[in-house]
């Protein structure tokens, strides 16, 4: 089974990236996070748990859904990352929104091809995955919390975050693809700078990751 990941900086890692993309965890950085090697990161711990191997991934630091740009992750340019030469993946986990959520991007377009807004985006995004890859099974993440924000420290940002979580739930049922609820307030991720997952960090996304792609699994 092979896993492919459309996601930000949280799902960067030197050397494993697609050429020229942007990576947050370079070797300095993964050494402050407590990462000893790839596998301690949340994507590759989620590949392992299902005996799976990698197939691209397409994350981009600091990129956004939204956005006229080739690193956004609606974007041809993008989506054509999730596959390789060799071979195409059978499971597409996207992990965005963060950063769209962060910048302010708006909610929703004023029209179906509306670059700049998340909702439209997201739904241009999935329907070009599904082109390129419409025998690949396909799970949309919805934003998590940090520890702080889940602490009550933002409580401010709850909402907020939740106007874009609803849009990613709404848009993968649209789409006929799979929802990993990761939004919860009380259970959030520790950070090396509040926002990007330490070790410990990375083990609690990859579990509830995982604990999402099972239950979903089991509906099937």
Not at 170 to 192: P, R, S, W
Request: glycine letters at 8%; a negative charge.
């Amino acid at each position: 089974m092979k896993f492919s990941i459309m996601g930000d900086s949280i799902s960067t890692y030197e050397g494993y990236n697609p050429f020229l993309y942007d990576v947050f965890y370079t070797e300095e950085r993964a050494i402050q996070a407590g990462l000893r090697s790839v596998n301690d990161t949340w994507w590759m711990k989620v590949i392992n748990s299902f005996g799976g191997e990698l197939c691209m991934n397409d994350s981009y630091s600091g990129s956004y859904v939204a956005g006229a740009t080739s690193a956004s992750a609606h974007s041809v340019e993008r989506v054509s990352k999730l596959k390789s030469e060799e071979s195409l993946p059978d499971i597409v986990l996207v992990c965005m929104g963060a950063n769209d959520c962060g910048g302010g991007i708006t909610l929703h377009g004023e029209d179906a091809d509306d670059e700049y807004a998340f909702d439209t985006t997201y739904g241009i995004m999935l329907d070009r995955i599904k082109a390129m890859l419409p025998e690949a099974k396909i799970y949309c993440a919805t934003v998590m919390l940090t520890d702080d924000e889940a602490s009550g420290k933002y409580k401010f940002r709850l909402d907020y975050i939740e106007k874009y979580n609803e849009i990613i739930r709404q848009v993968t049922k649209d789409h006929g693809c799979a929802l990993i609820e990761m939004f919860d307030k009380h259970i959030g991720y520790t950070t090396i700078d509040g926002l990007h997952p330490d070790r410990a960090g990375h083990q609690a996304i990859a579990d509830m990751i995982i604990a999402g792609m099972k239950r979903s699994m089991l509906s099937d």
